[in-house]
């Protein structure tokens, strides 16, 4: 590892390319420099998801309505109607748009306390230290590809005038029912790995070897527990529905 002598102040878009080109250099710079500068990696990865539902506001309606059309007709004739009233309600633009903005806030927030706790609590299983206020910041960069991800995204969908139905590697076990889809663990996993998937991997791997100080084997060992972890809290709810429909 490089001394944190030869680490000098820069901007934070020299961090930026250094997540890039050199993570190592950039996570010491954040632990020396740059503390409190959270705020762009976090901005960067709100305004994604949001940009690319604005892009596609009326898509996205559209779609959630034949969603609810389709759940209604499973109701008994004399509750359709009064349950279309209500459910209508949450698939006008504006109600979708301020739903998809409150959830990305929500989501972002508690993926970086998710995130950070498992860091910091699994690197004192293995004997390491690291101070929270150094390393709150370095989570927040390695959901950096992520950001980058949206972003990519909204363009692959503006220019193709297409919702990403199925991200990842999703595609090999799609049905083509959104809904069944969504509701198979293989589908939820699959859909998670790519390769901004892998390159969070590496940053998380480095950022423990970095700010955490762990030796190469816990590092190796604690970013693949992670990985299963995060892995792991958004099957779940697709296992959960899973067993319901097996019940049902």
Same mark, same amino acid.
């Given at each position: 590892?490089? @001394?944190?002598?030869?680490?000098?102040?820069?901007?934070?878009?020299?961090?930026?390319? @250094?997540?890039?080109?050199?993570?190592?250099?950039?996570?010491?710079?954040?632990?020396?420099?740059?503390?409190?500068?959270?705020?762009?990696?976090?901005?960067?990865?709100?305004?994604?998801?949001?940009?690319?539902?604005?892009?596609?506001?009326?898509?996205?309606?559209?779609?959630?309505?034949?969603?609810?059309?389709?759940?209604?007709?499973?109701?008994?004739?004399?509750?359709?109607?009064?349950?279309?009233?209500?459910?209508?309600?949450?698939?006008?633009?504006?109600?979708?748009?301020?739903?998809?903005?409150?959830?990305?806030?929500?989501?972002?927030?508690?993926?970086?306390?998710?995130?950070?706790?498992?860091?910091?609590?699994?690197?004192?299983?293995?004997?390491?230290?690291?101070?929270?206020?150094?390393?709150?910041?370095?989570?927040?960069?390695?959901?950096?590809?992520?950001?980058?991800?949206?972003?990519?995204?909204?363009?692959?969908?503006?220019?193709?005038?297409?919702?990403?139905?199925?991200?990842?590697?999703?595609?090999?076990?799609?049905?083509? @029912?959104?809904?069944? @889809?969504?509701?198979?663990?293989?589908?939820?996993?699959?859909?998670?790995?790519?390769?901004?998937?892998?390159?969070?991997?590496?940053?998380?791997?480095?950022?423990?070897?970095?700010?955490?100080?762990?030796?190469?084997?816990?590092?190796?060992?604690?970013?693949?527990?992670?990985?299963?972890?995060?892995?792991?809290?958004?099957?779940?709810?697709?296992?959960?529905?899973?067993?319901?429909?097996?019940?049902?």
């Amino acid at each position: 590892m490089q @001394d944190t002598d030869s680490i000098q102040p820069a901007s934070l878009a020299t961090t930026f390319f @250094d997540m890039i080109a050199d993570p190592g250099r950039a996570f010491r710079r954040l632990t020396t420099f740059q503390q409190r500068s959270w705020w762009l990696p976090a901005l960067l990865a709100l305004l994604a998801p949001i940009l690319y539902l604005w892009l596609n506001l009326n898509r996205t309606v559209e779609q959630a309505t034949r969603q609810l059309e389709l759940q209604l007709s499973t109701l008994p004739p004399d509750q359709i109607e009064a349950a279309r009233a209500m459910a209508t309600r949450f698939t006008q633009p504006n109600a979708v748009l301020i739903t998809g903005v409150i959830s990305s806030v929500l989501a972002l927030a508690v993926g970086y306390l998710i995130s950070t706790f498992i860091l910091y609590f699994g690197a004192a299983l293995f004997g390491a230290t690291p101070k929270l206020q150094q390393l709150w910041p370095a989570v927040a960069w390695t959901w950096l590809p992520f950001a980058l991800r949206g972003f990519l995204q909204s363009a692959w969908s503006g220019i193709n005038q297409s919702l990403i139905h199925y991200p990842g590697l999703s595609y090999w076990v799609a049905t083509g @029912d959104l809904a069944a @889809d969504s509701q198979q663990p293989a589908f939820v996993v699959l859909a998670q790995l790519d390769l901004f998937a892998l390159w969070h991997a590496v940053l998380v791997y480095v950022l423990l070897r970095v700010v955490a100080r762990l030796g190469n084997g816990g590092a190796i060992v604690l970013t693949l527990l992670y990985a299963a972890i995060n892995i792991g809290i958004r099957v779940l709810p697709a296992f959960v529905g899973g067993l319901f429909s097996i019940g049902g």
